[in-house]
């Protein structure tokens, strides 16, 4: 069956340093992917999407990379703040049903 | 503009009892989907539609029914609620299968 896994423990980072967030996906191939944030109590929000043919996208301190091959994702935030503290979703697009479906999200935890 | 507005917020029901969470987009999306999300399981799909008139099952579409008789409202409704109901639901809507998801602010029902 198809799987989505994040990595369920929390990650604990120093501000100012580098967060890398996976997203390990098995048994369908997503032609792309996006990320969202959900901060406590408010529904997720859009981050970034990279699409099958794109090996890496930015956006400010946000990079997003798409390995097929391994059928993974990573989420980098440089120069993290304690206000990037939140939880991270990545949802590899469902192709076969058109269903935009979840990993189970890793919080983040950014400390001054 | 609204975006996506979840009606209720709250809700406390009796096991047995029926409801109808009402999900409003105003930005004109194609796609809309319920969500339901658990401490721990991340969001997990219940329904979804790809257009007016539409709707299709997602990954734990038991116990529950949707329609989308306009294009800007996609109801869910649960006929006999159980305790195992408990949860924080979420709608979302998107312009179409590849581009991004907006979701309401939730809505939290507890089934006693």
């Known amino acids: 069956s198809q799987k989505i896994e994040q990595n369920s423990e929390a990650l604990n980072i120093q501000e100012g340093k580098t967060a890398t967030l996976t997203c390990n996906y098995t048994?369908?191939?997503?032609?792309?992917l996006q990320w969202y944030r959900q901060d406590p109590g408010r529904g997720p929000v859009f981050l970034l999407l990279?699409?099958?043919?794109?090996k890496e996208k930015r956006k400010e301190r946000l990079k997003v990379t798409f390995d097929t091959t391994l059928k993974q994702s990573l989420f980098h935030i440089t120069a993290s703040q304690p206000a990037d503290s939140a939880t991270y979703l990545c949802a590899p697009y469902n192709n076969a049903g058109n269903m935009l479906t979840f990993g189970g999200g890793t919080r983040l935890m950014v400390k001054p | 503009n609204a975006g996506v507005t979840q009606t209720p917020k709250f809700r406390v029901l009796k096991t047995g009892q029926s409801m109808t969470l009402l999900c409003a987009q105003d930005?004109?999306?194609?796609?809309m989907y319920w969500y339901r999300q658990d401490p721990g399981m991340g969001l997990r799909l219940i329904h979804y539609s790809v257009g007016e008139g539409t709707t299709a099952k997602g990954e734990v579409p038991d116990g529950y029914n949707v329609s989308r008789l306009k294009k800007q409202n996609f109801l869910l409704g649960l006929e006999s609620a159980a305790p195992s109901q408990t949860s924080v639901y979420f709608c979302?809507?998107?312009?179409?299968?590849?581009?991004?998801?907006?979701f309401g602010q939730g809505t939290r029902l507890t089934v006693v």
């Open positions: 990279i699409r099958e043919n794109e």
């Open positions: 979302a809507s998107s312009f179409g299968a590849y581009t991004e998801a907006f």
């Open positions: 048994n369908y191939s997503p032609a792309y």
């Open positions: 930005m004109n999306h194609e796609y």
